[in-house]
């Protein structure tokens, strides 16, 4: 698997390229400017990933973008985790404590006022 992470480095971006959790490669790049091999060309690689990678929000992060020719250009962690699976995952803040109005006295009576829990759902 061949990973790119993002950093900034002064006014620069620096990209840097894993393969196989390898770093192979690292050069610093700016939209119009990048110091690798291809940088004197009208574009290279690193010019056509800045853009996505800045989209993406993974500047200076633990994501990576997964960019191999074939694949889909997905954001990922180092252990090849999309983040599009940790993104659509329920906060816990979000989520209310459904239990908090249940069976709240010892004695199992209601006080609160709340219906009572079904049996199969009793703790």
């Known amino acids: 698997m061949t990973l790119y992470n993002l950093r900034t480095d002064g006014d620069q971006y620096r990209i840097t390229k894993f393969v196989e959790c390898e770093v192979e490669s690292t050069y610093l790049c700016t939209e119009t400017e990048c110091e690798c091999p291809a940088g004197h060309r009208a574009t290279c ?4 990933m800045l853009p996505w990678m ?3 929000r993974i ?4 994501w ?3 960019y191999e020719p074939n694949r889909q250009h997905q954001i990922v962690d ?5 983040k599009a699976l940790t993104d659509n995952l329920i906060e816990p803040h ?8 249940f069976d709240s006295a010892s004695d199992g009576s ?3 006022g709340a219906a009572k829990r079904p049996a199969w759902r009793r703790i």
């Open 45 to 48: 690689r690193h010019r056509q």
């Open 54 to 56: 800045l989209a993406e």
């Open 59 to 62: 500047v200076n992060t633990h």
């Open 64 to 66: 990576f973008m997964d």
């Open 78 to 82: 180092f252990a090849g985790t999309p």
């Open 94 to 101: 979000s989520v209310t404590d459904s239990t908090a109005d």
């Open 110 to 112: 209601n006080p609160s």
